[in-house]
């Protein structure tokens, strides 16, 4: 059996109520040490208040090659944008 | 620099008409700006030079540890020491991140490290010269630092998405290295004329193996070019040496310091400084192994690795013997 740690992903959350975001990788032997690890690597300068790890070989990720399909479809539908619409200044902020 | 003479797996820029369709794609896509991400399509070449590029850098990360760590017992106050803890430990993620960058290309980090232990990857020639006296760990900061940001700023815009994300990330934390290592000269340069003198003598000893961490002179070189045309090297050699220069020589004049060239000169007609080139016979020689510290560091190196293993071995026993308990639950 190979020795080597497995890999796990590392996500953040800031102190700002934004979402958990994705700041890289590290190995670690199991989810506790990969955690305490993450604390190491990844916040050394009160870049979060929470940590999130899974590990790499359980993410599923779409394909480069599925772009076209996956994508290309909104682009063609701007009216979900807000600035689709005009609305004249005298109606105020809307 | 942290990646001196890289080769690329490659025999030159093939021009368009050489390139495959899918060759021709990949270079409009960096020539348009794009970021190629892991599992998108790339040339064997670009793949096997970035291995080699950034497991070098990282390397070289890791190895850089060692210098400075010599002072961490013997830092003159304890705020000094925690800073310097800091510091190596910032080195230390540095390493980190850049692996892990490297690891998206397919390479494990086993292979890497084994690749450094035996000798097959490199790190940067800088870490083979000795840190004598705490002056040093000031020329290492200002200087060693110095140099590294002058080549990781640009590589933020490199073209590979994963070594990008690893330089911003260190670029932002290089600033401080540099300005704690510049910190240290001051006080050194201001101190009794005994310091002032170990400040003078770090500077003397450091400011040439500082030049050669730029790498020779690569302006005629088929693997820069192909490199440059990938968008894994942005600058040549000399011009981020120049760079270098230009930027360090007012920073000696103002501790007071002189750099040790008698040939630098301002040159008001290109606008920079002429200056001395190293010697570069002392360049290849490190880089085959025959620098003052070769075999401290990769002892040091092969002797933490060899004496982990047990911690490596038996941690991911727990884990596994663990998860098959709560499997069998």
């Given at each position: 059996m190979k020795n080597e740690w497995p890999l796990w992903e590392v996500f953040i959350r800031g102190q700002h109520g934004l979402s958990h975001r994705h700041v890289g990788s590290l190995h670690a032997p199991d989810a506790e040490m990969a955690i305490k690890n993450a604390r190491d690597v990844?916040?050394?300068?009160?870049?979060?208040v929470s940590i999130w790890v899974v590990k790499a070989a359980d993410i599923a990720a779409s394909s480069p090659s599925d772009k076209g399909p996956l994508y290309?479809?909104?682009?063609?539908?701007?009216?979900?944008?807000?600035?689709f619409f005009d609305i004249p200044e005298d109606v105020g902020a809307m | 620099m942290y990646a001196q003479m890289i080769k690329t797996a490659s025999t030159g820029v093939k021009s368009r008409e050489e390139m495959t369709e899918e060759e021709r794609r990949f270079q409009d896509r960096i020539d348009a700006g794009e970021k190629i991400e892991p599992k998108d399509w790339m040339p064997d070449d670009y793949r096997a030079t970035l291995i080699r590029q950034i497991g070098q850098h990282a390397h070289s990360e890791i190895v850089g540890q060692l210098p400075e760590g010599n002072w961490i017992t013997r830092a003159p106050t304890l705020e000094r020491k925690a800073i310097l803890l800091a510091k190596v430990q910032d080195e230390a993620g540095h390493g980190l991140y850049l692996y892990c960058a490297a690891e998206t290309?397919?390479?494990s980090r086993d292979e890497l490290t084994e690749d450094l232990l035996s000798g097959k990857m490199k790190y940067s020639s800088?870490?083979?010269?000795?840190?004598?006296?705490?002056a040093d760990i000031g020329a290492v900061g200002w200087l060693v630092d110095g140099a590294a940001i002058m080549n990781q700023v640009p590589l933020q815009?490199?073209?590979?998405g994963p070594y990008s994300r690893a330089m911003i990330r260190i670029c932002k934390e290089e600033s401080f290295h540099q300005r704690q290592g510049y910190d240290i000269m001051m006080k050194m340069a201001q101190g009794t004329p005994e310091q002032k003198r170990m400040a003078q003598d770090a500077l003397n000893r450091f400011w040439y193996p500082s030049l050669m961490?730029?790498?020779?002179?690569?302006?005629?070189s088929i693997h820069s070019a192909q490199s440059m045309a990938w968008k894994?090297?942005?600058?040549?050699n000399d011009e981020l040496r120049q760079k270098f220069v230009d930027q360090t020589v007012p920073q000696a004049e103002y501790l007071g310091l002189s750099v040790p060239?008698?040939?630098l000169k301002w040159n008001e007609e290109t606008g920079h400084y002429d200056f001395t080139q190293p010697d570069w016979t002392e360049f290849f020689d490190v880089i085959k192994g025959?620098?003052?510290?070769n075999t401290d560091r990769m002892a040091a190196r092969n002797k933490a690795w060899d004496e982990g293993k047990w911690v490596r071995d038996g941690l991911l026993a727990h884990a596994r013997k663990r998860a098959a308990r709560v499997a069998a639950e």
């Open positions: 990844y916040t050394r300068r009160n870049e979060g290309e479809p909104s682009q063609s539908k701007v009216y979900r944008h807000p600035t | 290309l397919g390479v800088i870490f083979n010269y000795p840190t004598l006296t705490w815009r490199t073209s590979f961490m730029f790498g020779p002179s690569d302006k005629d894994i090297k942005i600058n040549t060239d008698e040939n025959n620098g003052p510290c």
